[in-house]
């Protein structure tokens, strides 16, 4: 597994444990199932875009937004 594939990993938990944290009432499985559909996931996985490098804090105001929108901006 490369670095980048680990870093991505890494973010995809740490998104999901912040949602949880927002979403008190939110498991484990709801939180990743929200990750993992998301528009945000596809572009942490986008390599041109370098979320991975970002702080999971910053990717998760992306995520947040496009749960409140509809849409990732």
């Given at each position: 597994m490369s670095i980048e594939e680990q870093m991505k990993l890494d973010m995809?938990?740490?998104l999901a444990v912040l949602l949880m944290d927002d979403y008190l009432d939110m498991t484990m499985e709801q939180a990743?199932?929200?990750v993992l559909n998301s528009d945000t996931?596809?572009?942490l996985l986008?390599?041109?875009t370098c979320f991975y490098y970002q702080s999971p804090?910053?990717?998760y105001d992306f995520l947040k937004n496009e749960l409140k929108t509809?849409?990732?901006s």
């Open positions: 995809t938990k740490e990743l199932f929200t996931y596809i572009k986008n390599d041109k804090r910053y990717v509809g849409k990732i």
